[in-house]
């Protein structure tokens, strides 16, 4: 789960893990359509397959949320360095109508930039000088039920069109060129607790998608739409109706002991084993895509209850996973779980990322990493899931894996993270990965709680310890070896994401409003800017007439109360 905690006191998770009615939230509401300061976009926008291919191979548009399939966030291009970052300046700033946390990674294409906001509004913009050309706002359900903000996370595209999830758990396309709704369809059910704040991800006419809510008892998924039509092709459900229980696993994947008592979960679900249905196993971020082999990776959320571990006994399978699946049929391939019958929220959520990497005997393979919110990054064969390595601990851990008390428990990492939903970059020449790590002390508290019917179902709450100090870590891994190159240590939390440059720069935002670059080798600050609101969001980079932007969205964000704004700041060095 992504979960809810503001910086000072003591705040339960249920206070930003809500769901708001149409009626409250005028702001959602309403049509596209031109308006005063909009220009038109006279140009057609077709991006073919073969581009979304080799969109890690090219330096001008920015193609994918994370850059391309393989999820890498690193760019090739290098006009904007090491040796010149220190000049860059804003070059213009968009701000939108909502003024809420901005998680989104816009996409750039030939020149337009298409980016989300909060409550589902896309923009379609000028990427040189911010005009606008249209806007687009979905028309909300009656119902919304969603965890830790309102966040959309950015839109996919194919041909000349847009791909955008929603809040009440619909997929909608839209006309590149116009922002005109080409089609829409249910995803899932919002009153059952389904909800959208992910990217899509499309390849080969087929729309991917996974679906939040594990906080509220859903039963967890992965879909594909055709494009054309946004007809259902497959779905893979991240909670199988029969093998849930797994193979009882007494440690994590690091050999650790989890303290379960396994002879009572076998007692319980002996006596019920129908729980599969309301097990969570949400997917909250984009699926990495290798199209020689067919298939796609993704990483599955916390079982709900999150605390609640009486309620569902078993490994719960595939919650807390990373999962390979078939891309053209959905059909399973492996799984390789990080921590079973998780009461501790620590699930899995950044992105996968597809590289190269050393195995144990020193031969570089296909592989699959992951970045956890226990603070370690996973290196998986990508052939069979077989783990190759952990990392280093990124952070401090404590009573790893103490159980959930009535009281409350202490144990680090808290339920952030660790590296929450924020998605890695890497650099492959200098083999390092870069990860944004919480480190917030927590005691975890478990009661009690049947299934509410698609309502927030916690079994318990997790607690900021007040007095003690939060702070973030922005740390450099190296994939090969797993140990920490560098690391970076920050006033806040980090929540957000990384963006990697062959400038030898790492680019990443803080809560109180900094945008800074690092060098990729060593770590050390070379350039900041404030944005005036959370630089919460996820960077990206392109290239339009021989020029080097960067772009990173600064709205703050809802679960870790960091300051609110409605801004997408663009960067570039001086003309010359």
């Known amino acids: 789960m992504q979960n809810s905690k503001s910086n000072s006191g003591l705040v339960l998770v249920a206070a930003l893990c809500m769901g708001v009615g149409a009626a409250g939230a005028e702001e959602i509401q309403g049509q596209k359509g031109m308006s005063s300061g909009q220009v038109a976009l006279n140009k057609g926008i077709n991006v073919t397959q073969a581009q979304l291919n080799n969109a890690g191979k090219q330096t001008t548009d920015w193609l994918h949320t994370n850059g391309d399939y393989g999820q890498t966030r690193y760019y090739g291009g290098k006009q904007i360095n090491a040796g010149n970052v220190k000049r860059l300046r804003p070059e213009f700033m968009f701000q939108t109508e909502v003024r809420e946390s901005m998680e989104t990674a816009p996409i750039v294409v030939d020149g337009v930039m298409y980016m989300t906001t909060s409550f589902n509004h896309v923009y379609a913009l000028d990427a040189v000088t911010g005009k606008e050309f249209w806007h687009y706002k979905h028309k909300m359900g009656a119902i919304t039920t969603f965890c830790c903000g309102p966040n959309n996370r950015g839109v996919a595209i194919e041909g000349g069109k847009l791909f955008m999830g929603t809040l009440d758990a619909k997929m909608v396309a839209l006309d590149a060129k116009t922002g005109k709704l080409l089609w829409e369809t249910e995803i899932a059910d919002p009153e059952k607790g389904y909800s959208e704040t992910m990217a899509p991800t499309v390849v080969d006419g087929k729309v991917l998608i996974g679906t939040n809510g594990g906080e509220y008892g859903v039963r967890g998924f992965v879909k594909a739409f055709d494009s054309a039509s946004g007809k259902l092709l497959w779905t893979f459900h991240t909670i199988p109706e029969k093998g849930h229980e797994g193979v009882w696993a007494e440690n ?16 319980q679900l002996a006596r019920d084993s129908s729980f599969y249905q309301t ?18 990776f993704f990483v599955v959320g916390n079982p709900s209850p999150d605390l609640y571990g009486a309620e569902r006994p078993g490994d719960n399978l595939y919650t807390n996973s990373m999962v390979a699946v078939n891309l053209d049929t959905g059909a399973y391939k492996w799984h390789s779980q990080y921590i079973a019958h998780d009461v501790w929220d620590l ?19 296909p592989a699959v990493m992951h970045a956890g919110k226990t603070g370690h990054i996973y290196i998986h064969d990508r052939a069979d899931g077989k783990l190759i390595r952990f990392s280093e601990a990124m952070i401090p851990q404590e009573n790893m894996w103490v159980l959930p008390t009535a009281t409350g428990a202490r144990m680090l990492p808290g339920a952030n993270g660790g590296v929450e939903w924020s998605p890695m970059a890497i650099n492959p020449n200098l083999r390092l990965a870069y990860a944004l790590n919480l480190h917030q002390p927590m005691t975890y508290h478990v009661e009690a709680a049947k299934y509410p019917g698609g309502k927030l179902w916690l079994g318990g709450a997790f607690k900021v310890i007040e007095g003690e100090k939060q702070w973030g870590r922005l740390a450099a891994v190296n994939v090969d070896t797993g140990k920490l190159a560098w690391k970076f240590d920050t006033e806040q939390p980090l929540i957000g994401g990384a963006l ?50 960067i772009a990173m969205g600064c709205g703050g964000n809802t679960q870790l109360d960091f300051k609110r704004g409605n801004s997408m700041v663009v960067f570039a060095l001086p003309k010359s």
Not at 255 to 267: L, T, V, Y
């Open 252 to 267: 994590d994947a690091t050999g650790r002991n989890m303290h379960r008592d396994i002879a009572a979960e076998k007692a």
């Open 279 to 296: 097990l969570g196993g949400g997917v909250w971020m984009n699926p990495a895509v290798d199209l020689k082999t067919r298939t796609i």
């Open 347 to 365: 699930d899995a959520v950044s992105p996968p990322i597809l590289l190269d990497a050393k195995d144990k005997s020193g031969k570089m393979i």
């Open 500 to 549: 990697a440059t062959a400038g030898d720069l790492v680019f990443y935002g803080e809560g109180n409003g900094l945008f800074r670059a690092l060098h990729a080798k060593t770590g050390k600050l070379l350039w900041e800017y404030n944005c005036g609101a959370g630089a919460n969001a996820m960077p990206v980079t392109y290239t339009v007439k021989s020029r080097q932007y």
